[in-house]
């Protein structure tokens, strides 16, 4: 399960009505599940663009991804106006805005704090740079990894983040660490520059009010999954 967890402060930003303006910052009130649709939309988009589709419909979208094309104009509509009645959605128009609303229409730095194997598997997936983020420094406190090369990337002490940081600009960190050392982690990510964190330790980090979390536990993903599960185990 992945759920969100924020810091006392709010977030203010402006919404345009009635214009095809975008407005890359969301209004506060844009439901989380709203943002998680529009990077599955995104990944069908690129996969659309890829095959050489030039346009498509609400239907054609729920084809593509299970998503109920009310749903998917619903999604669309806190962000402005998008297609043409009678024609559809451009593709490549729409995966255009679409990234822009969700900012990945630039790179974006992150940094890795945790060298094990959950974080080598991450710094690994080549699946990042298709969304234009890539891994900009990592990050160990293990005396043996420290100063060894994970492909291209040095990987430096946990210590030296915010001197590290200050030339990698990273501002997204994922936390690849052990529940006892997660905390003091995010605290030292956050005092590096680090502004959103996705932390896959089973604990709730306490962050400032600018900072946003996404918390992804695997152990949760399964029992859920184990629930659906019959219990005759022949079906």
Do not use: W
Not at 201 to 221: D, M
Request: proline share 6%; charged share 20%.
């Amino acid at each position: 399960m992945t759920y969100l967890t924020r810091g006392k402060g709010r977030t203010r930003c402006a919404r345009a009505f009635g214009t095809p303006v975008l407005n890359t910052s969301p209004p506060p009130k844009v439901p989380i599940p709203t943002l998680e649709r529009l990077a599955t939309y995104l990944r069908t988009l690129i996969d659309l663009e890829a095959s050489d589709v030039g346009t498509i419909s609400s239907t054609d979208i729920e084809k593509q991804t299970g998503i109920n094309a009310a749903q998917f104009r619903k999604d669309l509509s806190y962000f402005g106006e998008f297609g043409k009645p009678g024609v559809g959605y451009n593709v490549s128009e729409l995966q255009a805005r679409i990234a822009r609303i969700l900012k990945i229409d630039q790179h974006q730095a992150i940094m890795v704090i945790g060298a094990g194997n959950l974080g080598s598997a991450l710094i690994g997936y080549p699946g990042l740079g298709e969304h234009k983020f890539h891994i900009a420094a990592v990050f160990d406190n293990d005396p043996a990894k420290i100063g060894r090369m994970h492909g291209l990337l040095p990987i430096h002490a946990e210590s030296d983040m915010r001197h590290v940081n200050l030339s990698a600009g990273a501002r997204i960190a994922i936390l690849c660490v052990p529940a006892q050392a997660a905390q003091h982690v995010a605290d030292e990510a956050i005092a590096a520059g680090a502004r959103v964190i996705l932390n896959f330790a089973p604990v709730i980090l306490k962050v400032p009010g600018r900072v946003t979390v996404r918390n992804v536990s695997f152990l949760q993903e399964l029992a859920v999954l184990s629930y659906h599960l019959s219990s005759d185990p022949n079906k």
